[in-house]
Protein backbone atom coordinates (compact mmCIF):
# COMPACT_ATOMS: atom_id res chain seq x y z
CA UNK A 1 0.00 0.00 0.00
CA UNK A 2 1.47 2.94 -1.32
CA UNK A 3 -1.14 5.68 -2.22
CA UNK A 4 -3.22 7.54 0.13
CA UNK A 5 -6.67 7.23 -0.18
CA UNK A 6 -9.29 10.49 0.01
CA UNK A 7 -12.50 10.96 0.02
CA UNK A 8 -15.56 13.59 0.83
CA UNK A 9 -17.86 12.37 2.39
CA UNK A 10 -16.51 10.16 5.59
CA UNK A 11 -14.30 8.05 6.75
CA UNK A 12 -13.38 5.05 8.56
CA UNK A 13 -9.99 2.94 9.04
CA UNK A 14 -9.47 -0.33 10.91
CA UNK A 15 -7.11 -3.04 11.24
CA UNK A 16 -9.86 -5.41 9.98
CA UNK A 17 -12.02 -4.63 6.56
CA UNK A 18 -15.29 -5.88 8.25
CA UNK A 19 -14.66 -3.64 10.84
CA UNK A 20 -14.28 -0.38 8.39
CA UNK A 21 -16.43 -1.40 6.03
CA UNK A 22 -19.44 -1.58 8.77
CA UNK A 23 -18.32 2.26 10.08
CA UNK A 24 -18.08 3.50 6.54
CA UNK A 25 -22.07 1.76 6.05
CA UNK A 26 -22.83 3.99 9.02
CA UNK A 27 -21.51 6.88 7.91
CA UNK A 28 -23.23 6.33 4.52
CA UNK A 29 -26.62 5.83 6.65
CA UNK A 30 -26.12 9.27 8.01
CA UNK A 31 -24.23 8.37 11.14
CA UNK A 32 -21.81 10.46 12.60
CA UNK A 33 -18.00 9.59 13.27
CA UNK A 34 -19.03 8.34 17.20
CA UNK A 35 -21.87 6.37 15.96
CA UNK A 36 -19.22 4.75 13.04
CA UNK A 37 -16.94 3.76 15.33
CA UNK A 38 -19.66 2.04 18.02
CA UNK A 39 -20.48 -0.16 14.74
CA UNK A 40 -16.43 -0.69 14.09
CA UNK A 41 -15.49 -1.46 17.66
CA UNK A 42 -18.28 -4.00 17.93
CA UNK A 43 -17.92 -5.65 14.76
CA UNK A 44 -13.79 -5.99 15.26
CA UNK A 45 -15.21 -7.45 18.60
CA UNK A 46 -16.40 -10.45 16.57
CA UNK A 47 -14.26 -10.31 13.35
CA UNK A 48 -11.16 -9.95 15.01
CA UNK A 49 -11.03 -11.77 18.91
CA UNK A 50 -7.48 -12.58 19.25
CA UNK A 51 -6.99 -8.97 19.82
CA UNK A 52 -9.90 -7.56 21.04
CA UNK A 53 -13.43 -8.40 22.61
CA UNK A 54 -16.39 -6.57 24.65
CA UNK A 55 -14.56 -8.62 27.65
CA UNK A 56 -11.78 -5.82 27.68
CA UNK A 57 -11.17 -2.03 27.50
CA UNK A 58 -11.13 0.95 25.66
CA UNK A 59 -10.53 4.60 25.48
CA UNK A 60 -11.50 7.48 23.37
CA UNK A 61 -10.60 11.00 21.67
CA UNK A 62 -13.57 13.00 20.29
CA UNK A 63 -13.11 16.25 18.29
CA UNK A 64 -16.14 18.44 17.22
CA UNK A 65 -15.14 21.46 15.24
CA UNK A 66 -14.31 24.64 16.90
CA UNK A 67 -14.27 22.80 20.44
CA UNK A 68 -11.28 21.14 22.22
CA UNK A 69 -11.03 17.36 22.45
CA UNK A 70 -12.64 15.05 25.12
CA UNK A 71 -11.27 11.71 26.27
CA UNK A 72 -13.37 9.06 27.47
CA UNK A 73 -11.62 6.28 30.08
CA UNK A 74 -13.34 3.10 29.18
CA UNK A 75 -10.96 0.99 31.58
CA UNK A 76 -12.52 -1.00 34.83
CA UNK A 77 -10.74 -1.53 38.04
CA UNK A 78 -9.92 -4.67 40.14
CA UNK A 79 -12.31 -6.03 41.72
CA UNK A 80 -13.63 -5.62 45.68
CA UNK A 81 -12.32 -9.43 46.25
CA UNK A 82 -8.94 -8.67 43.86
CA UNK A 83 -6.64 -7.98 47.16
CA UNK A 84 -3.37 -9.31 47.54
CA UNK A 85 -5.04 -12.12 49.86
CA UNK A 86 -6.62 -13.52 47.12
CA UNK A 87 -3.64 -13.88 45.23
CA UNK A 88 -1.33 -15.42 48.48
CA UNK A 89 1.13 -17.33 48.40
CA UNK A 90 2.00 -15.94 44.45
CA UNK A 91 5.05 -14.27 43.33
CA UNK A 92 2.49 -12.60 39.85
CA UNK A 93 -1.08 -12.81 39.24
CA UNK A 94 -1.34 -15.48 36.60
CA UNK A 95 -1.49 -14.32 32.90
CA UNK A 96 -4.20 -16.93 32.01
CA UNK A 97 -7.56 -18.59 33.55
CA UNK A 98 -10.14 -17.31 35.37
CA UNK A 99 -7.92 -15.55 38.60
CA UNK A 100 -6.22 -13.62 35.50
CA UNK A 101 -10.06 -11.74 34.75
CA UNK A 102 -9.89 -9.79 37.96
CA UNK A 103 -10.59 -6.10 36.42
CA UNK A 104 -14.24 -4.69 34.80
CA UNK A 105 -14.37 -4.98 31.05
CA UNK A 106 -15.33 -1.09 30.37
CA UNK A 107 -15.51 -0.77 26.46
CA UNK A 108 -19.09 -1.17 26.51
CA UNK A 109 -19.52 1.58 28.71
CA UNK A 110 -17.04 3.87 27.05
CA UNK A 111 -19.40 3.14 24.19
CA UNK A 112 -22.70 3.66 26.02
CA UNK A 113 -20.77 7.68 26.77
CA UNK A 114 -18.88 8.25 24.01
CA UNK A 115 -22.74 7.94 22.29
CA UNK A 116 -24.19 10.00 25.47
CA UNK A 117 -21.52 13.08 23.92
CA UNK A 118 -22.72 12.46 20.25
CA UNK A 119 -26.43 13.13 21.44
CA UNK A 120 -25.83 16.76 21.30
CA UNK A 121 -25.12 16.48 17.78
CA UNK A 122 -28.64 15.84 16.48
CA UNK A 123 -31.09 12.78 15.55
CA UNK A 124 -29.25 9.53 16.46
CA UNK A 125 -29.34 5.86 14.58
CA UNK A 126 -30.76 2.94 16.84
CA UNK A 127 -28.84 1.09 18.37
CA UNK A 128 -29.76 -2.27 16.49
CA UNK A 129 -28.40 -0.43 13.46
CA UNK A 130 -25.22 0.24 15.05
CA UNK A 131 -24.19 -3.46 16.38
CA UNK A 132 -26.46 -5.19 13.03
CA UNK A 133 -23.55 -6.31 11.46
CA UNK A 134 -21.28 -7.30 14.56
CA UNK A 135 -24.68 -9.59 15.16
CA UNK A 136 -24.84 -11.01 11.79
CA UNK A 137 -20.79 -11.58 11.57
CA UNK A 138 -21.44 -13.65 14.95
CA UNK A 139 -24.15 -15.65 13.73
CA UNK A 140 -23.08 -16.11 10.21
CA UNK A 141 -19.78 -16.93 10.89
CA UNK A 142 -16.21 -15.25 10.17
CA UNK A 143 -13.02 -16.29 7.83
CA UNK A 144 -10.55 -16.44 10.62
CA UNK A 145 -7.10 -14.31 9.69
CA UNK A 146 -3.36 -15.66 9.16
CA UNK A 147 -2.94 -13.75 12.01
CA UNK A 148 -5.29 -15.36 14.07
CA UNK A 149 -4.73 -18.71 13.17
CA UNK A 150 -0.63 -18.18 13.68
CA UNK A 151 -1.40 -16.32 17.37
CA UNK A 152 -3.50 -19.43 18.44
CA UNK A 153 -0.79 -21.68 18.00
CA UNK A 154 2.25 -19.52 18.80
CA UNK A 155 0.17 -19.26 22.72
CA UNK A 156 -1.86 -22.60 22.26
CA UNK A 157 0.13 -23.49 25.35
CA UNK A 158 -1.32 -21.56 28.10
CA UNK A 159 -4.51 -20.72 26.04
CA UNK A 160 -5.96 -24.30 25.79
CA UNK A 161 -7.09 -24.89 29.37
CA UNK A 162 -8.65 -21.43 30.01
CA UNK A 163 -12.23 -22.12 30.69
CA UNK A 164 -14.58 -21.87 27.40
CA UNK A 165 -11.17 -20.93 25.43
CA UNK A 166 -11.16 -24.41 23.43
CA UNK A 167 -14.59 -24.58 22.65
CA UNK A 168 -14.95 -21.17 21.38
CA UNK A 169 -11.86 -21.03 19.40
CA UNK A 170 -10.36 -23.95 18.66
CA UNK A 171 -11.25 -26.94 16.28
CA UNK A 172 -11.67 -30.27 17.77
CA UNK A 173 -8.47 -29.05 20.16
CA UNK A 174 -6.60 -27.34 17.65
CA UNK A 175 -5.76 -23.99 16.28
CA UNK A 176 -8.14 -22.95 13.51
CA UNK A 177 -6.44 -23.10 9.93
CA UNK A 178 -6.17 -19.42 8.01
CA UNK A 179 -10.07 -19.83 6.01
CA UNK A 180 -11.68 -21.79 8.89
CA UNK A 181 -15.09 -20.18 9.22
CA UNK A 182 -15.38 -19.10 12.76
CA UNK A 183 -19.21 -18.92 14.08
CA UNK A 184 -19.91 -17.57 17.60
CA UNK A 185 -23.55 -17.96 18.31
CA UNK A 186 -23.37 -17.02 22.05
CA UNK A 187 -21.75 -13.50 21.31
CA UNK A 188 -24.07 -13.29 18.71
CA UNK A 189 -26.93 -13.87 21.13
CA UNK A 190 -25.37 -11.30 23.51
CA UNK A 191 -24.70 -8.18 21.03
CA UNK A 192 -28.45 -9.12 20.32
CA UNK A 193 -29.59 -8.74 23.64
CA UNK A 194 -27.61 -5.19 24.12
CA UNK A 195 -29.09 -3.64 20.95
CA UNK A 196 -32.33 -4.77 21.94
CA UNK A 197 -32.46 -3.88 26.25
CA UNK A 198 -29.74 -0.88 25.71
CA UNK A 199 -25.85 -1.06 26.21
CA UNK A 200 -26.28 -0.64 30.39
CA UNK A 201 -27.62 -4.07 30.13
CA UNK A 202 -24.08 -5.12 29.94
CA UNK A 203 -23.32 -3.38 33.91
CA UNK A 204 -27.33 -3.37 35.64
CA UNK A 205 -29.07 -5.75 33.89
CA UNK A 206 -29.88 -9.20 33.31
CA UNK A 207 -27.13 -9.67 31.28
CA UNK A 208 -24.59 -8.52 33.87
CA UNK A 209 -26.80 -10.95 36.41
CA UNK A 210 -25.56 -13.66 33.74
CA UNK A 211 -21.71 -12.16 33.31
CA UNK A 212 -21.17 -11.75 37.08
CA UNK A 213 -22.93 -15.58 38.01
CA UNK A 214 -20.66 -17.39 35.50
CA UNK A 215 -17.49 -14.84 37.07
CA UNK A 216 -18.14 -16.40 40.27
CA UNK A 217 -18.16 -20.14 39.47
CA UNK A 218 -15.14 -19.91 37.14
CA UNK A 219 -13.03 -18.90 40.13
CA UNK A 220 -12.74 -15.00 39.05
CA UNK A 221 -13.05 -12.52 41.82
CA UNK A 222 -14.79 -10.50 39.77
CA UNK A 223 -18.82 -9.87 40.74
CA UNK A 224 -22.53 -8.67 39.19
CA UNK A 225 -21.49 -6.08 42.08
CA UNK A 226 -18.24 -4.60 40.25
CA UNK A 227 -20.36 -4.61 37.62
CA UNK A 228 -23.33 -2.58 38.41
CA UNK A 229 -20.98 -0.25 39.93
CA UNK A 230 -19.14 0.64 36.14
CA UNK A 231 -19.72 3.69 34.45
CA UNK A 232 -16.90 4.85 31.79
CA UNK A 233 -15.36 8.56 32.44
CA UNK A 234 -14.92 11.66 30.45
CA UNK A 235 -11.84 13.00 31.26
CA UNK A 236 -9.07 15.77 30.59
CA UNK A 237 -7.01 14.87 27.45
CA UNK A 238 -3.41 15.73 27.81
CA UNK A 239 -1.73 17.60 25.54
CA UNK A 240 1.36 18.89 24.35
CA UNK A 241 1.98 21.93 22.25
CA UNK A 242 4.29 21.57 19.00
CA UNK A 243 5.70 24.08 17.03
CA UNK A 244 2.35 24.12 14.71
CA UNK A 245 0.21 21.77 15.65
CA UNK A 246 -1.23 20.45 19.09
CA UNK A 247 -1.26 16.59 20.05
CA UNK A 248 -3.72 15.26 22.19
CA UNK A 249 -3.87 11.84 24.21
CA UNK A 250 -5.38 10.51 27.01
CA UNK A 251 -4.31 10.91 30.84
CA UNK A 252 -3.25 7.81 33.23
CA UNK A 253 -3.76 5.39 33.90
CA UNK A 254 -2.67 5.00 30.30
CA UNK A 255 0.86 5.68 28.84
CA UNK A 256 -0.72 8.76 26.37
CA UNK A 257 1.83 10.87 28.53
CA UNK A 258 4.98 8.85 27.27
CA UNK A 259 3.25 9.30 23.37
CA UNK A 260 3.54 13.08 23.84
CA UNK A 261 6.66 13.31 25.65
CA UNK A 262 8.40 11.38 22.78
CA UNK A 263 7.20 14.41 20.15
CA UNK A 264 8.19 17.20 22.72
CA UNK A 265 11.39 15.82 23.24
CA UNK A 266 12.53 15.11 19.60
CA UNK A 267 10.78 18.40 18.94
CA UNK A 268 13.75 19.87 20.49
CA UNK A 269 16.37 18.08 18.78
CA UNK A 270 16.30 20.01 15.44
CA UNK A 271 16.57 16.93 13.09
CA UNK A 272 15.61 18.65 9.80
CA UNK A 273 15.61 14.94 7.28
CA UNK A 274 13.69 12.10 8.07
CA UNK A 275 14.70 8.53 7.45
CA UNK A 276 17.79 8.95 8.13
CA UNK A 277 19.97 8.42 11.55
CA UNK A 278 19.48 12.01 13.30
CA UNK A 279 15.82 10.92 12.69
CA UNK A 280 15.86 7.17 14.18
CA UNK A 281 18.44 7.76 16.78
CA UNK A 282 16.61 10.85 17.73
CA UNK A 283 13.47 9.17 18.32
CA UNK A 284 14.43 6.25 20.16
CA UNK A 285 16.40 8.25 22.53
CA UNK A 286 13.25 10.76 23.10
CA UNK A 287 11.20 7.45 23.68
CA UNK A 288 13.89 6.14 26.63
CA UNK A 289 13.55 9.47 28.26
CA UNK A 290 9.82 9.32 27.83
CA UNK A 291 9.32 5.83 28.78
CA UNK A 292 11.62 6.10 32.52
CA UNK A 293 9.40 9.23 33.46
CA UNK A 294 6.19 7.16 32.46
CA UNK A 295 7.41 4.03 34.91
CA UNK A 296 8.17 6.73 37.66
CA UNK A 297 4.53 8.45 36.93
CA UNK A 298 1.70 6.52 35.17
CA UNK A 299 -0.53 4.36 37.52
CA UNK A 300 -4.03 4.50 39.05
CA UNK A 301 -5.37 8.46 38.46
CA UNK A 302 -6.31 8.78 41.76
CA UNK A 303 -2.98 7.67 43.19
CA UNK A 304 -0.27 9.74 40.78
CA UNK A 305 2.73 10.32 42.47
CA UNK A 306 2.84 13.20 40.05
CA UNK A 307 1.27 15.64 38.00
CA UNK A 308 1.38 14.19 34.55
CA UNK A 309 1.11 17.49 32.89
CA UNK A 310 4.03 19.10 34.18
CA UNK A 311 6.33 16.70 32.45
CA UNK A 312 5.10 18.44 29.14
CA UNK A 313 5.35 21.93 30.05
CA UNK A 314 8.14 23.59 27.47
CA UNK A 315 11.17 24.28 30.35
CA UNK A 316 10.73 20.71 31.64
CA UNK A 317 10.60 18.92 27.97
CA UNK A 318 13.65 21.03 27.02
CA UNK A 319 15.66 20.09 29.66
CA UNK A 320 15.12 16.36 29.53
CA UNK A 321 15.78 16.92 25.25
CA UNK A 322 19.42 18.65 26.68
CA UNK A 323 20.43 15.17 27.66
CA UNK A 324 20.08 13.12 24.81
CA UNK A 325 23.47 12.60 22.82
CA UNK A 326 22.71 13.22 19.63
CA UNK A 327 25.47 10.66 18.93
CA UNK A 328 25.41 7.92 20.83
CA UNK A 329 23.02 5.47 22.61
CA UNK A 330 21.60 5.43 26.28
CA UNK A 331 22.04 2.29 28.07
CA UNK A 332 18.60 0.10 27.76
CA UNK A 333 18.30 -2.65 30.37
CA UNK A 334 14.70 -1.55 31.19
CA UNK A 335 12.21 -4.02 30.75
CA UNK A 336 9.03 -4.09 28.65
CA UNK A 337 4.69 -4.28 28.21
CA UNK A 338 3.76 -6.56 26.03
CA UNK A 339 -0.28 -5.97 24.66
CA UNK A 340 -2.14 -6.88 21.74
CA UNK A 341 -5.05 -4.42 20.55
CA UNK A 342 -7.15 -3.05 18.01
CA UNK A 343 -6.73 1.04 17.12
CA UNK A 344 -9.51 3.02 14.94
CA UNK A 345 -10.22 6.26 13.31
CA UNK A 346 -13.66 7.89 11.93
CA UNK A 347 -14.29 11.51 10.96
CA UNK A 348 -17.37 12.27 9.48
CA UNK A 349 -18.90 14.49 6.72
CA UNK A 350 -19.58 17.61 9.33
CA UNK A 351 -15.81 16.88 10.45
CA UNK A 352 -16.16 15.25 13.72
CA UNK A 353 -13.36 12.95 14.53
CA UNK A 354 -12.85 9.81 16.72
CA UNK A 355 -9.26 8.21 17.70
CA UNK A 356 -10.32 5.10 19.47
CA UNK A 357 -8.34 1.90 20.67
CA UNK A 358 -10.14 -1.09 22.28
CA UNK A 359 -8.06 -4.07 23.47
CA UNK A 360 -7.74 -7.44 25.98
CA UNK A 361 -4.29 -7.05 27.03
CA UNK A 362 -2.48 -10.57 25.48
CA UNK A 363 -3.77 -12.09 22.68
CA UNK A 364 -7.68 -13.55 23.81
CA UNK A 365 -6.81 -11.64 27.03
CA UNK A 366 -7.14 -14.26 30.13
CA UNK A 367 -8.09 -16.76 27.58
CA UNK A 368 -11.42 -17.12 29.40
CA UNK A 369 -14.71 -17.42 27.38
CA UNK A 370 -17.90 -17.00 29.65
CA UNK A 371 -20.07 -19.95 27.90
CA UNK A 372 -23.32 -18.28 28.47
CA UNK A 373 -22.69 -15.28 27.04
CA UNK A 374 -19.32 -15.66 24.35
CA UNK A 375 -17.51 -13.17 26.57
CA UNK A 376 -13.61 -13.57 26.07
CA UNK A 377 -12.34 -11.90 29.53
CA UNK A 378 -9.53 -9.43 29.26
CA UNK A 379 -6.16 -9.74 31.71
CA UNK A 380 -5.38 -6.51 31.83
CA UNK A 381 -5.20 -6.84 35.71
CA UNK A 382 -1.95 -8.70 35.49
CA UNK A 383 -0.53 -5.71 34.81
CA UNK A 384 -0.99 -5.22 38.41
CA UNK A 385 2.05 -5.71 41.18
CA UNK A 386 1.46 -7.87 43.97
CA UNK A 387 4.67 -5.95 45.96
CA UNK A 388 2.89 -3.88 48.07
CA UNK A 389 5.65 -1.31 47.08
CA UNK A 390 5.10 -1.34 44.07
CA UNK A 391 3.79 1.93 41.88
CA UNK A 392 1.01 -0.42 40.74
CA UNK A 393 0.53 -2.18 43.37
CA UNK A 394 -2.65 -4.17 43.08
CA UNK A 395 -5.87 -2.97 45.20
CA UNK A 396 -9.24 -3.25 44.85
CA UNK A 397 -11.01 -0.76 42.73
CA UNK A 398 -7.42 0.60 41.25
CA UNK A 399 -7.18 0.99 37.64
CA UNK A 400 -3.87 -1.17 36.37
CA UNK A 401 -1.35 0.39 34.21
CA UNK A 402 -2.47 0.56 30.22
CA UNK A 403 0.15 0.77 27.10
CA UNK A 404 -3.45 1.74 25.28
CA UNK A 405 -3.07 5.57 24.11
CA UNK A 406 -5.04 6.70 20.75
CA UNK A 407 -3.67 10.19 19.36
CA UNK A 408 -5.22 13.36 17.76
CA UNK A 409 -3.60 15.90 16.51
CA UNK A 410 -5.09 19.87 15.61
CA UNK A 411 -2.58 21.85 13.32
CA UNK A 412 -2.59 25.25 12.89
CA UNK A 413 -3.72 25.47 9.39
CA UNK A 414 -7.14 23.15 10.13
CA UNK A 415 -6.10 19.46 9.70
CA UNK A 416 -7.69 17.26 11.94
CA UNK A 417 -5.68 13.67 12.15
CA UNK A 418 -6.41 10.58 14.60
CA UNK A 419 -3.77 8.45 14.83
CA UNK A 420 -2.80 5.33 16.30
CA UNK A 421 -1.97 1.87 16.70
CA UNK A 422 -1.79 -1.41 18.21
CA UNK A 423 1.31 -3.30 19.86
CA UNK A 424 2.44 -2.73 23.82
CA UNK A 425 5.31 -0.51 24.32
CA UNK A 426 5.36 -0.40 20.62
CA UNK A 427 2.61 1.89 20.56
CA UNK A 428 4.11 5.32 21.61
CA UNK A 429 6.85 4.87 19.13
CA UNK A 430 5.08 3.97 16.38
CA UNK A 431 2.55 6.73 16.55
CA UNK A 432 5.90 9.09 16.77
CA UNK A 433 6.91 7.26 13.48
CA UNK A 434 3.73 7.96 11.98
CA UNK A 435 3.54 11.56 13.14
CA UNK A 436 7.25 12.67 12.13
CA UNK A 437 6.84 11.19 9.23
CA UNK A 438 3.67 12.85 7.58
CA UNK A 439 3.53 16.37 9.89
CA UNK A 440 7.64 16.76 9.96
CA UNK A 441 9.31 15.34 6.88
CA UNK A 442 7.13 15.55 4.22
CA UNK A 443 6.02 11.86 3.44
CA UNK A 444 2.41 10.94 2.29
CA UNK A 445 0.13 9.60 5.11
CA UNK A 446 -0.14 6.16 3.52
CA UNK A 447 3.93 6.21 2.72
CA UNK A 448 4.20 6.93 6.91
CA UNK A 449 2.51 4.34 7.69
CA UNK A 450 4.04 1.75 5.16
CA UNK A 451 7.38 2.81 5.58
CA UNK A 452 9.71 0.29 7.78
CA UNK A 453 9.68 0.17 11.64
CA UNK A 454 11.23 -0.07 14.55
CA UNK A 455 10.89 -1.02 18.24
CA UNK A 456 12.80 -0.31 21.42
CA UNK A 457 11.90 -3.33 23.45
CA UNK A 458 9.31 -6.31 23.45
CA UNK A 459 5.86 -6.66 22.20
CA UNK A 460 3.45 -10.14 21.73
CA UNK A 461 5.25 -11.78 24.22
CA UNK A 462 9.00 -10.92 23.41
CA UNK A 463 11.11 -10.80 25.76
CA UNK A 464 14.07 -9.26 24.68
CA UNK A 465 14.66 -5.26 25.12
CA UNK A 466 16.46 -5.05 21.99
CA UNK A 467 16.17 -2.27 19.42
CA UNK A 468 13.88 -4.33 16.71
CA UNK A 469 14.17 -2.97 12.60
CA UNK A 470 12.11 -4.60 10.02
CA UNK A 471 14.44 -5.47 7.24
CA UNK A 472 13.65 -2.78 4.48
CA UNK A 473 16.26 0.02 6.40
CA UNK A 474 18.84 0.61 4.83
CA UNK A 475 22.28 -1.44 5.60
CA UNK A 476 24.21 1.67 6.01
CA UNK A 477 21.77 3.06 8.21
CA UNK A 478 21.36 -0.12 10.31
CA UNK A 479 25.42 0.20 10.83
CA UNK A 480 25.72 3.40 12.07
CA UNK A 481 22.77 2.76 14.95
CA UNK A 482 25.13 -0.06 16.16
CA UNK A 483 28.09 2.40 16.04
CA UNK A 484 25.85 4.32 18.54
CA UNK A 485 25.37 1.97 20.66
CA UNK A 486 21.91 0.75 19.94
CA UNK A 487 22.05 -3.29 20.56
CA UNK A 488 20.33 -3.65 16.59
CA UNK A 489 18.35 -6.90 16.31
CA UNK A 490 17.21 -7.08 12.57
CA UNK A 491 13.51 -8.70 12.20
CA UNK A 492 13.12 -11.61 9.25
CA UNK A 493 10.06 -9.65 8.27
CA UNK A 494 9.94 -6.94 5.86
CA UNK A 495 6.80 -6.10 6.89
CA UNK A 496 6.32 -7.44 10.67
CA UNK A 497 3.47 -8.07 13.47
CA UNK A 498 6.16 -7.09 15.52
CA UNK A 499 5.43 -3.33 14.80
CA UNK A 500 1.65 -3.35 15.12
CA UNK A 501 -1.27 -2.43 13.02
CA UNK A 502 -1.29 1.76 12.79
CA UNK A 503 -3.55 3.44 10.87
CA UNK A 504 -4.37 7.29 10.51
CA UNK A 505 -6.50 10.04 8.86
CA UNK A 506 -6.32 13.47 7.95
CA UNK A 507 -9.71 15.69 7.40
CA UNK A 508 -8.51 19.00 5.66
CA UNK A 509 -10.03 22.74 6.03
CA UNK A 510 -11.85 22.04 2.31
CA UNK A 511 -12.99 18.83 3.69
CA UNK A 512 -10.55 16.26 1.99
CA UNK A 513 -10.30 13.44 4.43
CA UNK A 514 -7.13 11.05 3.50
CA UNK A 515 -6.82 7.69 4.86
CA UNK A 516 -4.07 5.13 5.60
CA UNK A 517 -4.25 1.66 6.70
CA UNK A 518 -1.93 -0.54 7.64
CA UNK A 519 -0.37 -3.24 5.04
CA UNK A 520 0.59 -5.50 8.00
CA UNK A 521 -2.80 -6.08 8.98
CA UNK A 522 -6.36 -7.36 7.57
CA UNK A 523 -7.49 -3.58 7.35
CA UNK A 524 -8.76 -1.34 4.68
CA UNK A 525 -9.68 2.59 4.47
CA UNK A 526 -13.48 2.68 3.30
CA UNK A 527 -15.13 5.56 2.57
CA UNK A 528 -18.59 7.50 2.19
Not at 354 to 375: K, M, P, R
Request: with cysteine; charged share 20%.
Amino acid sequence: MIHTLKALGGMQVAPHHMAAQAGRDVLRDGGNAVEAMVAAAATIAVVYPHMNAIGGDGFWLIHEPGRAPVAIDASGPAATMASRDFYAGLDAIPPRGATAALTVAGTVGGWQRALEVASAWGPALPLPRLLQDAIRHAQDGVVVTDSQSALTRAKLAGLKDAPGFAQAYLVNGEPPAPGHLLRQPALGRTLGQLAERGLDDFYRGELAQRIGAELERLGSPLRGSDLAAYRAQLVEPLAVRLGDSTVYNLPPPTQGLAALMILGLFERLGVTEGEGFAHLHGLVEATKRAFRVRDRVVTDPGRLPADPRGFLQPEALTALAAEIDPDRALPWPDPASPGDTIWMGAIDRQGRAVSFIQSVYWEFGSGTVLQDSGICWQNRGISFSLDPKALNCLEPGRKPFHTLNPSLALFDDGRVMPYGTMGGEGQPQTQAAVFTRYARFGQGLQQAVTAPRWLLGRTWGDVSTTLKLEQRFDPALVQALREAGHLVELLPEAFSDTMGHAGALVRHPDGVIEGAVDPRSDGVVAAV
